[in-house]
């Protein structure tokens, strides 16, 4: 699985995380902080820290659920 951040607009704090190019949650920056939703809303202080966490929230949301089996 192939994750990717997209900047929707040039100059513009606000990406798409995608997952194998279909977009799942957002990622962006509000005021000193980001922020970020697949799953659930968190905030982060830097924005590397946004993104493990993005990349943990769309792993997670994305894995076959053991009840379905």
Not at 13 to 40: F, Q
Request: positive net charge; proline residues 3%.
């Amino acid at each position: 699985m192939k994750i990717t951040f997209d900047r929707r607009k040039p100059r513009i704090d606000d990406w798409a995380v995608r997952a194998n190019g279909i977009a799942y949650g957002s990622l962006w920056r509000s005021g000193a902080d980001y922020l970020v939703s697949c799953s659930h809303l968190e905030r982060f202080a830097t924005i590397e820290a946004a993104q493990r966490a993005a990349r943990r929230q769309l792993k997670a949301a994305l894995q076959p659920s053991k009840a379905a089996a």
